[in-house]
């Protein structure tokens, strides 16, 4: 049976009501509505003559779109890329960590550059620095009944099953942390379309007092967190850099002074360190230098009845004495460690312990993407990862399940031929685990219980190290190594 032929394209005339510019570029009529009695749209008036030759200039705040050069101040005070007026609870860098220039070298060559002898101390470094840490985590692989018609759903293609089994791992770890409960404020950083938090939501029911705040620095589509109509349910976005978000600014924080449990999955490389500084050292310090204790000091789990938090106590008593944390509670699925900078790492303190400095961060950082790219040999390959990256991309874009990676000499190690693909992705993760203790110790310094583990298979998600802390006095999960 022969094929139909294509439709042909209808160029002739404009749609009625629609612009009369014809776009060379994509052969055929623009297709914007025009204003009443006029044959084209605002972009394409400067190209008709009957425009009385009104000439149109790019917008110097944002050149993707063009004004009437006679209209360019008015346009200025009303266009969308306009520098708007910074929200209380932003703070320039506020999280960004001390930037001690004499540290950071102004060039740095690539991994692809160095010499295989460099190459070979870096990672005797790395092995050094490493010893005595477990490099075999703890599986704790969970789920949740909140997500179980979800993940049963015969219309879930591959990619919706794998964040839906991730998604009820961490709300399966933040029940078994005693985290999931009223009174309380989720915060999600790198939230995307809030998928976390709904679920957290979802499996909360009729919680009382429940407050959500969703971070995200870029505009995101197709949210969730708009269609939540519970009444004990509150949803706020900010987009914002966690680099400059300072928590106790906002306005519900500050009046409720709920506890706050840190969530975030997939939280890429820097993002990370941000969050974790954001969460105790910005907020939970200030609220401490204010003494401020929660509206509910005591609060108990709906179903165990055990105690969350307790109200610090007074006199003189033998027993140590307790201390009210603002925040409740870290649970973060990490990744993309090759993302890291040195400036914002938390984890500067460990390294400088161990005899390592910036120079070492930076390799070590760059070499952690061994542990999902691995070897690239062929074209071939670079091109299926490429057109799964774009699939991948389609489905959800603010997950990074392979790492993050891209096919380029820095990542994908064409350089060390003395290396096989097996003895690479294990530097990789001893890379990753190192940046990892880095931020287990700055918790530990900081006064929480922090522990990893993985929380999914590699075959759901190469990046399945998942980050849990509670503060000292809190029931704390079992340490690392």
């Known amino acids: 049976m022969a094929a139909s032929a ?41 190209a008709a003559e009957e425009e009385n030759a009104r000439k149109r200039i790019l917008c110097p705040l944002d050149p993707k779109h ?60 790395l092995q050094k620095a490493s010893e005595g840490l477990n490099s075999t985590l703890k599986d704790q692989i969970m789920s949740h009944p909140a997500l179980h018609d979800a993940l049963n759903d015969p219309k879930n293609g591959d990619s919706a099953t794998k964040h839906l089994k991730q998604q009820a791992s961490i709300l399966g770890n933040i029940e078994k942390l005693k985290l999931l409960g009223p009174r309380r404020c989720f915060v999600e950083f790198g939230a995307g ?39 004990n349910s509150v949803f706020e976005r900010l987009q914002i850099d966690i680099q400059h978000l300072c928590l106790n600014k906002i306005p519900l ?30 907020y939970a310090a200030s609220c401490e230098e204010r003494n401020e204790e929660p509206l509910a000091k005591r609060i108990k789990n709906d179903k165990t009845g055990k105690e969350i938090n307790t109200v610090a106590k007074k006199g003189n008593e033998k027993n140590v004495p307790e201390k009210w ?14 993302r890291c900078d040195w400036r914002h790492y938390v984890g500067k303190e460990y390294f400088r312990a161990l005899g390592l400095g910036a120079v070492e961060f930076h390799y070590f950082q760059r070499m952690s993407s061994w542990a999902t790219c691995g070897m690239r040999k062929t074209s071939l390959e670079a091109s299926s990862l490429s057109t799964k990256r774009k699939d991948e991309q389609n489905d959800d874009s603010e997950e990074h399940d392979d790492g993050g990676c891209q096919i380029t000499d820095e990542s994908s190690g064409s350089a060390p031929g003395f290396l096989t693909v097996e003895e690479k992705k294990k530097i990789g993760h001893l890379c990753k685990l190192l940046i990892d203790q880095g931020r287990v110790e700055y918790l530990r310094q900081k006064g929480f219980s922090p522990a990893l583990q993985y929380y999914t298979d590699p075959l759901v998600s190469l990046e399945n190290v998942l980050l849990t802390a509670l503060p000292n006095h809190s029931s704390s999960p079992e340490t690392t190594a």
């Not at 994509?26 to 394409?44: I, L």
């Not at 709904?198 to 909360?204: C, E, F, G, P, S």
């Not at 944390?325 to 993309?336: D, Q, T, Y």
């Open 325 to 338: 944390s603002p925040v409740a509670g870290i649970v973060i699925a990490l990744c993309c460690h090759h």
């Open 66 to 125: 063009t004004v009437y050069e006679d209209q360019l101040s008015k346009h200025l005070k009303k266009c969308n890329s306009r520098e708007k007026p910074k929200p209380d609870f932003f703070i320039q860098d506020i999280n960004a960590g001390l930037k001690d220039e004499t540290e950071i070298p102004e060039q740095l060559v690539p991994i692809s550059s160095l010499s295989e002898e460099h190459l070979e101390n870096l990672i005797k470094k």
């Open 193 to 231: 379309k809030g998928k976390l938090s709904h679920w957290v939501d979802i499996a909360l029911k009729d919680a009382e007092k429940v407050h959500f705040i969703l971070v995200e620095k870029v505009t995101t589509r197709f949210k969730v967190d708009g269609k939540h109509r519970k009444k």
């Open 253 to 282: 924080l500050s009046k409720e002074k709920l506890p706050v449990v840190g969530i975030g999955k997939h939280l890429c490389g820097v993002a990370t360190d941000l969050a974790l500084r954001c969460l105790v050292e910005t």
């Open 6 to 46: 294509p439709a042909p394209h209808t160029t002739d005339f404009p749609v009625e009501g629609r612009c009369s510019y014809y776009v060379e570029k994509k052969k055929r009529f623009c297709r914007m509505v025009v204003a009443a009695g006029k044959r084209f749209c605002g972009e394409h008036a400067g």
